[in-house]
């Protein structure tokens, strides 16, 4: 059953890169990231029978940022027209994307995701040692995938200090757990997915998880933001993107987030559309 807050996507639009999010002004960082399942089915969580799972909200943690990093659009124009073509083909019209580079060598990797499905066409190199591209996607059943829309607009929070530089957050300030008995374990994603994860509103944190807390396994984790950096924590997030992919579902993440003067990030405003769709085939990782 498709839960009730989500709508029907459209299959005919989205903001693809001839028609990129923008902030207005060129944001000063890039940092992707991606975990790749290693783990047996044997290692995921029990599912609990006729039971709602109530999924664990992280906390943000602060975020790495490196000045002078080409940003998205410019990696996307850098991106061979065949692959984007062959992206496309799979994606149908562009939702979410980024491009970054990749390596010591500088290649770009370009992921996508659409009605279509997810594709990452990621940099490889064939046995004779000539440069090719591996593409991987999660093509999704037709008229499966769904859209929420979420405008996050919190009013600001009592004045409290936050981490220092430098400083590594207590395992209470990682995450906050579920409050009843139903909980389920944090879903399995790595430390640096989980402090990017962490900046997203609770509500977009569940409609990412859902799916993957009754046992799912999650293959693919995928994250991309550009911003501002303001001593290790974001003042703005201009092209934040974060993917959970499973044998299933995809769920999505993408937008912008700014904190507002007088705000923390545990109240900055958020513009997000969160989509989730069935996977009916798998090519590639």
């Given at each position: 059953?498709?839960?009730?807050?989500?709508?029907?996507?459209?299959?005919?639009?989205?903001?693809?890169?001839?028609?990129?999010?923008s902030?207005?002004?060129?944001?000063?960082?890039?940092?992707?990231?991606r975990?790749?399942?290693?783990?047996?089915?044997?290692?995921?969580?029990?599912?609990?029978?006729?039971?709602?799972?109530?999924?664990?909200?992280?906390?943000?943690q602060?975020?790495?940022?490196s000045?002078?990093?080409?940003?998205?659009?410019?990696?996307?124009?850098?991106?061979?027209?065949?692959?984007?073509?062959?992206?496309?083909?799979?994606?149908?019209?562009?939702?979410?994307?980024?491009?970054?580079?990749?390596?010591?060598?500088?290649r770009?990797?370009?992921?996508?995701?659409?009605?279509?499905?997810?594709?990452?066409?990621?940099?490889?190199?064939?046995?004779?040692?000539?440069?090719?591209?591996?593409?991987?996607?999660?093509?999704?059943r037709?008229?499966?995938?769904?859209?929420?829309?979420i405008?996050?607009?919190?009013?600001?929070?009592?004045?409290?200090?936050?981490?220092?530089?430098?400083?590594?957050?207590?395992p209470?300030?990682?995450?906050?757990?579920?409050?009843?008995?139903?909980?389920?374990?944090?879903?399995?994603?790595?430390a640096?997915?989980?402090?990017?994860?962490?900046?997203?509103?609770a509500?977009?944190?569940?409609?990412?998880?859902?799916?993957?807390?009754?046992?799912?396994?999650?293959?693919?984790?995928?994250?991309?933001?550009?911003?501002?950096?303001?001593?290790g924590?974001?003042?703005?997030?201009?092209?934040?993107?974060?993917?959970?992919?499973?044998?299933?579902?995809?769920t999505?993440?993408?937008?912008?987030?700014?904190?507002?003067?007088?705000?923390?990030?545990?109240?900055?405003?958020?513009?997000?559309?969160c989509y989730?769709?069935?996977?009916?085939?798998?090519?590639?990782?």
């Amino acid at each position: 059953m498709v839960p009730s807050e989500w709508e029907n996507a459209p299959s005919d639009s989205g903001h693809g890169p001839l028609q990129p999010w923008s902030a207005g002004r060129a944001a000063g960082i890039a940092r992707p990231g991606r975990d790749v399942a290693a783990r047996a089915p044997a290692d995921r969580s029990p599912a609990i029978a006729d039971q709602a799972r109530t999924p664990t909200t992280f906390r943000a943690q602060e975020l790495s940022f490196s000045s002078g990093a080409k940003l998205r659009d410019e990696c996307w124009s850098e991106l061979n027209g065949a692959i984007k073509a062959r992206i496309e083909a799979r994606t149908g019209p562009i939702h979410a994307w980024w491009a970054t580079v990749q390596g010591d060598d500088q290649r770009v990797k370009g992921v996508a995701f659409g009605p279509g499905g997810l594709c990452l066409a990621e940099p490889a190199i064939r046995t004779d040692h000539s440069p090719t591209y591996r593409l991987s996607s999660y093509l999704l059943r037709g008229g499966s995938l769904r859209r929420k829309a979420i405008e996050h607009r919190p009013p600001p929070g009592p004045a409290r200090s936050r981490p220092t530089a430098g400083t590594t957050p207590g395992p209470e300030n990682r995450y906050l757990p579920p409050p009843d008995s139903r909980a389920a374990p944090p879903i399995k994603i790595s430390a640096s997915a989980r402090r990017v994860f962490g900046y997203l509103p609770a509500y977009a944190q569940r409609l990412l998880q859902e799916p993957f807390l009754d046992g799912q396994e999650i293959l693919r984790t995928e994250w991309h933001y550009e911003g501002f950096d303001n001593n290790g924590w974001p003042s703005e997030l201009a092209n934040y993107t974060f993917v959970l992919a499973g044998p299933a579902q995809v769920t999505v993440a993408a937008g912008s987030m700014i904190v507002p003067a007088g705000h923390t990030v545990a109240t900055a405003h958020w513009s997000l559309a969160c989509y989730r769709g069935d996977v009916a085939q798998r090519i590639g990782q």
